[in-house]
């Protein structure tokens, strides 16, 4: 226990320290505004001046912004599929660079450009143009080291406009889906000078931008928080009159369609409003619905009784059938040592103290079978028996507690516990699931329409679930790295795999505490993992509308793995499970002293191993020291590794015989086996041949799209 605590400290430590570092020190940059400024030539071209301002942290050799001139937007694709105006008009013909300046603290910077592309990083004040896949890219070489730095390019952007027979238009994506970083604050201003009748704009991609006509020459068009992978593009309609001089004619009148158009544009956009808030709307009805299900199916109305005797529910209930009849749950490891505990208060296990022979440990736990009191247990009280024995007739406690979960059975055998503890709680009618199986397959039904529903949803919103050239490169390149790197890969993840487990059960741990219900442990299990995944989303993806599905599968999978987790007591026991409580509430604030003398309670005997089955051993040990009690007990008191065993839930069981735990090991030694005869073999010539490629595949991979970042 001692050794998870420091575990989970250091690598809290560790996490807190690098994130620390990162905000302070790690290498990093932002945009935190971007201005473009748009002249309608009447040639047709597209004058653009476009400001960056970047926020260096750290040191940085410049800058490069990919200028796309052929059109890519999803969303005018996405809903319009009869083509009635070729889309090959709204490629430009070529990008001409004019201006590459820097501005920093009001000093401004003019580059020179180098044609011959051969510059190296920390050179200055030269840029470099490239055209590949229709993109125009542009480096800019300014070394940069924890500053803030505006950087201007003027270029011109050949035969963008359209010219229809009735009308001229400015189709353009500015902003391409391939930006390394959030652009903080996007402003977009398009002029089209002499322009004397009505201009139209309408803007595509984020739902947050808002797009302005403030004269009929100037139009406008803003976005904050453009993510990674998004793009912003922006169509404006004007007097043909102003490109005049134009090639490119479409011999078309276009402006009722492209009204048609974007207006089937806004019109799905309204309904994929509507459809992420009909989403919301089924989650939140399927949330009152299983609220509904708990207070008709789980758990019984508690009676306050008097006089009730503690003697009596003793004599009737073993702590661990007592624990799970008053948590209505299954059992739980810390059972396991009340029920040790109550055999050694009932005299069937003998316990004495001997002191131990030097090291850290000041006494030593020794107990033996009473063979003369054993036909006195029930078959619950016989399992443990047996299984803490293990055919021996004398042990060290301490040392068994400890072995105990280390051992390969020992989830084979809590199972096998369990499903005795099972029937003896079905024998009394206790803890009898009350969902009937008509509902449990209603609430399988409404997780099928969930799951439609969110399909359907994701669908609707233009989202591919399948790419088949995406995922037959994909599948390459697993192909070609996966089996390669899988050892690493796999050593790579030990450390957050192991740090998800052990946090998981600390949040069980932690409910348990409180209630060992299974509803609650599930619930919240699922509610953090759930949690974790929507908070990702949320951050990191562009497509925020996928937080409401994670929403609805959340609750929906809620409602199917606890329904049939939700237990009641048959009227019979509810009195029972009344007392039960009773008994709990007693110890736990400490009533039992108003009866009598506290001095004379043997604790021993009457409440610490139900405590314990209760989750409160560490509320009545704090009682318990400093009383002047039985020598023996207390030296059992003071011993901290005994007390973790009674206080911690015998959380030592959970981590290394529950499956969790299991799957670690074997996780850890297949790891260590394939990473070491990944070490031993190899082709290091092979290896940089493998790596040369990957970083051309992924150059060409990232040149998808228009974007920019910094190098």
Request: aromatic content about 12%; proline content about 2%; glycine content about 6%.
């Given at each position: 226990?001692?050794?998870?605590?420091?575990?989970?400290?250091?690598?809290?430590?560790?996490?807190?320290?690098?994130?620390?570092?990162?905000?302070?020190?790690?290498?990093?940059?932002?945009?935190?505004?971007?201005?473009?400024?748009?002249?309608?030539e009447?040639?047709?071209?597209a004058s653009?001046?476009?400001?960056?301002t970047?926020?260096?942290?750290?040191?940085?050799n410049?800058?490069?912004?990919?200028?796309?001139?052929?059109l890519?937007?999803?969303?005018?694709?996405?809903v319009?599929?009869?083509?009635k105006?070729?889309?090959?008009?709204?490629?430009?013909?070529?990008?001409?660079?004019?201006?590459?300046?820097?501005?920093?603290?009001?000093?401004?910077?003019?580059?020179t450009l180098d044609?011959t592309?051969?510059?190296?990083?920390?050179?200055e004040?030269?840029?470099?143009?490239?055209?590949?896949?229709?993109?125009h890219?542009?480096?800019?070489?300014?070394?940069?080291?924890?500053?803030?730095?505006?950087?201007?390019?003027?270029?011109?952007?050949?035969?963008l406009?359209v010219?229809?027979?009735?009308?001229?238009?400015?189709?353009y994506?500015?902003?391409?889906?391939?930006?390394?970083?959030?652009?903080?604050?996007?402003?977009?201003?398009?002029?089209?000078?002499?322009?004397t009748q009505?201009?139209?704009?309408w803007?595509h991609?984020?739902?947050?931008?808002?797009?302005?006509?403030i004269?009929?020459?100037?139009?406008?068009?803003?976005?904050k928080?453009?993510?990674?992978?998004?793009?912003?593009?922006?169509?404006?309609?004007?007097?043909?009159?102003?490109?005049?001089?134009?090639?490119?004619?479409?011999?078309?009148?276009?402006?009722e369609?492209?009204?048609?158009d974007?207006?089937?544009i806004?019109?799905?956009?309204?309904q994929?409003?509507?459809?992420?808030?009909?989403i919301?709307?089924?989650?939140?009805?399927l949330?009152i619905?299983?609220?509904?299900?708990?207070?008709?199916?789980?758990?019984?109305?508690?009676?306050k009784l008097?006089?009730?005797e503690?003697?009596e529910?003793?004599?009737?209930?073993?702590?661990?059938?007592?624990?799970?009849?008053?948590?209505?749950r299954n059992?739980?490891?810390?059972?396991i040592?009340?029920?040790?505990?109550?055999?050694?208060?009932?005299?069937?296990?003998?316990?004495?103290?001997?002191?131990?022979?030097?090291?850290?440990?000041?006494?030593?736990?020794?107990?033996?079978?009473?063979?003369?009191?054993?036909n006195?247990?029930?078959?619950i009280?016989?399992?443990i028996?047996t299984w803490?024995?293990?055919?021996?007739?004398?042990i060290?406690?301490?040392?068994?507690?400890?072995?105990?979960?280390?051992?390969k059975?020992?989830?084979?055998?809590?199972?096998?516990l369990?499903?005795i503890?099972?029937?003896d709680?079905?024998?009394?009618?206790?803890?009898?699931?009350?969902?009937?199986?008509?509902?449990?397959?209603?609430?399988?039904f409404?997780?099928?329409?969930?799951?439609?529903?969110?399909?359907?949803?994701?669908?609707f919103?233009?989202?591919?679930?399948?790419?088949?050239?995406l995922?037959?490169?994909l599948?390459?390149?697993?192909?070609?790295?996966?089996?390669?790197?899988l050892p690493?890969?796999?050593?790579?993840?030990y450390?957050?795999?192991?740090?998800i487990?052990?946090?998981?059960?600390?949040?069980?741990?932690?409910?348990?505490?409180?209630?060992?219900?299974?509803?609650v442990t599930?619930?919240?299990?699922?509610?953090v993992?759930?949690?974790v995944?929507?908070?990702?989303?949320?951050?990191?993806?562009?497509?925020?509308?996928?937080?409401?599905?994670?929403?609805?599968?959340?609750?929906?999978?809620?409602?199917?793995?606890?329904?049939?987790?939700?237990?009641?007591?048959?009227?019979?026991?509810?009195?029972?499970?009344?007392?039960?409580?009773?008994?709990?509430?007693k110890?736990?604030?400490?009533?039992l002293?108003?009866?009598?003398?506290?001095?004379?309670?043997v604790?021993?005997?009457?409440y610490?191993?139900?405590?314990?089955?209760?989750?409160?051993?560490?509320?009545i040990?704090?009682?318990?020291?400093?009383?002047?009690?039985?020598?023996?007990?207390l030296?059992?008191?003071?011993?901290?590794?005994?007390?973790?065993?009674i206080?911690?839930?015998?959380?030592?069981?959970?981590r290394?015989?529950?499956?969790?735990?299991?799957?670690?090991?074997t996780?850890?030694?297949?790891?260590?086996k394939m990473?070491k005869?990944?070490?031993?073999?190899?082709?290091?010539?092979?290896?940089?041949?493998?790596?040369?490629?990957?970083r051309r595949?992924?150059?060409?991979w990232?040149?998808?799209?228009?974007?920019?970042?910094?190098?």
């Amino acid at each position: 226990m001692k050794k998870i605590k420091i575990l989970i400290t250091l690598i809290l430590t560790i996490t807190l320290f690098i994130i620390f570092q990162n905000k302070v020190e790690a290498k990093s940059y932002s945009i935190e505004d971007m201005d473009i400024q748009v002249t309608v030539e009447e040639n047709g071209d597209a004058s653009i001046k476009q400001k960056i301002t970047y926020k260096f942290n750290g040191q940085y050799n410049g800058i490069y912004i990919n200028v796309p001139y052929n059109l890519e937007d999803t969303e005018y694709e996405e809903v319009v599929k009869d083509y009635k105006i070729n889309e090959n008009l709204y490629n430009g013909t070529s990008i001409n660079v004019q201006n590459v300046y820097s501005i920093t603290n009001g000093i401004e910077k003019k580059y020179t450009l180098d044609p011959t592309n051969y510059v190296r990083n920390g050179q200055e004040g030269i840029y470099t143009e490239e055209n590949a896949y229709g993109l125009h890219k542009i480096k800019v070489y300014s070394p940069s080291n924890n500053i803030t730095k505006t950087f201007e390019i003027d270029y011109v952007i050949k035969d963008l406009c359209v010219k229809h027979n009735d009308i001229g238009e400015l189709y353009y994506n500015f902003i391409g889906g391939a930006w390394d970083v959030t652009i903080k604050k996007l402003n977009i201003d398009i002029y089209i000078p002499n322009n004397t009748q009505n201009i139209n704009i309408w803007g595509h991609g984020p739902y947050n931008g808002q797009s302005k006509i403030i004269d009929n020459t100037h139009a406008n068009f803003q976005v904050k928080n453009i993510k990674p992978g998004q793009y912003v593009a922006s169509r404006v309609l004007f007097d043909n009159s102003n490109i005049a001089s134009s090639t490119k004619l479409s011999g078309i009148n276009a402006k009722e369609i492209i009204f048609k158009d974007e207006g089937e544009i806004v019109e799905n956009k309204e309904q994929k409003n509507a459809f992420t808030i009909k989403i919301i709307i089924f989650a939140i009805c399927l949330l009152i619905y299983w609220i509904i299900l708990l207070c008709v199916f789980e758990k019984d109305k508690k009676y306050k009784l008097v006089n009730v005797e503690d003697d009596e529910l003793f004599e009737k209930y073993n702590p661990m059938i007592a624990g799970c009849i008053q948590g209505s749950r299954n059992i739980l490891a810390r059972d396991i040592i009340a029920v040790i505990l109550n055999l050694i208060n009932k005299k069937i296990i003998k316990l004495d103290l001997y002191d131990a022979l030097g090291g850290t440990v000041k006494y030593n736990y020794l107990i033996a079978k009473n063979t003369e009191l054993e036909n006195q247990m029930d078959e619950i009280e016989k399992y443990i028996y047996t299984w803490v024995f293990d055919g021996k007739e004398t042990i060290n406690l301490q040392e068994r507690l400890t072995q105990m979960p280390k051992e390969k059975e020992a989830n084979k055998k809590f199972k096998e516990l369990n499903e005795i503890v099972e029937k003896d709680l079905a024998n009394i009618k206790a803890n009898e699931t009350k969902v009937p199986m008509c509902i449990r397959g209603f609430n399988i039904f409404l997780f099928i329409i969930s799951l439609l529903s969110i399909y359907k949803h994701i669908l609707f919103n233009g989202f591919e679930v399948y790419n088949s050239d995406l995922s037959n490169t994909l599948l390459v390149m697993f192909i070609i790295y996966g089996i390669a790197f899988l050892p690493l890969f796999m050593g790579i993840l030990y450390v957050p795999i192991n740090l998800i487990v052990i946090i998981r059960h600390k949040i069980n741990k932690s409910v348990q505490k409180i209630t060992g219900q299974k509803v609650v442990t599930t619930t919240i299990s699922l509610l953090v993992l759930f949690g974790v995944i929507i908070l990702l989303t949320y951050i990191f993806s562009t497509h925020k509308y996928i937080v409401a599905d994670e929403i609805l599968i959340c609750i929906a999978t809620i409602i199917i793995l606890t329904d049939n987790l939700m237990m009641k007591n048959n009227p019979i026991m509810i009195e029972d499970y009344s007392k039960l409580n009773m008994l709990k509430n007693k110890i736990e604030e400490y009533t039992l002293m108003e009866d009598r003398d506290i001095e004379q309670v043997v604790l021993w005997e009457k409440y610490l191993s139900y405590a314990v089955s209760f989750g409160i051993a560490n509320k009545i040990m704090k009682r318990i020291k400093g009383l002047n009690l039985d020598d023996d007990l207390l030296s059992f008191i003071y011993n901290n590794q005994m007390i973790d065993f009674i206080t911690s839930d015998y959380y030592l069981f959970y981590r290394y015989a529950s499956l969790d735990g299991k799957f670690m090991k074997t996780y850890k030694m297949t790891t260590e086996k394939m990473l070491k005869a990944m070490s031993e073999g190899g082709n290091g010539s092979g290896s940089r041949r493998r790596i040369f490629w990957r970083r051309r595949f992924l150059w060409r991979w990232t040149e998808a799209g228009g974007g920019g970042g910094a190098f």
